[in-house]
């Protein structure tokens, strides 16, 4: 059973920068792909960003792509989201969560961190 812990959440102004952590429980964590989803109110858990085992390749959501970035430190079981230029569109619970692949799919990933709230103002 992996156990994941986000933080780094907060209120920032559009145009600003944010940087998520998630720390694994798990010593295996390396063995896993790790991704990031996030969540509206009212919307659907969608695809943020994901990443192999090994660190590459990375995979991103295309409203994301070029503003954010996936990264990993296997020997410290945490995985990143690297947030710049903030929209207020980017505002949602973000989780972070573990699978065997790394994929767009939610329900490719079993572990789940309880989620860390970002909030850009305009």
């Known amino acids: 059973q992996v156990q994941l812990v986000e933080s780094g959440g907060g209120l920032v102004q559009a145009g600003g920068s944010l940087r998520l952590s998630c720390v694994a429980s798990e010593r295996t964590f390396s063995s896993y792909a790790m991704g990031w989803f996030r969540q509206a109110p009212g919307k659907e858990r969608e695809f943020v960003a994901s990443?192999?085992?090994?660190?590459?390749?990375?995979y991103y959501a295309g409203s994301v792509k070029g503003r954010f970035t996936i990264s990993r430190d296997n020997a410290e079981n945490t995985v990143y989201l690297q947030m710049n230029s903030l929209k207020p569109e980017d505002t949602a619970v973000y989780y972070c969560?573990?699978?065997?692949?790394?994929?767009?799919?939610?329900?490719?990933?079993?572990?789940w961190g309880q989620g860390t709230q970002v909030t850009v103002s305009s």
């Open positions: 969560a573990a699978g065997r692949v790394a994929t767009m799919d939610k329900d490719d990933y079993n572990y």
């Open positions: 990443l192999t085992w090994g660190g590459g390749p990375t």
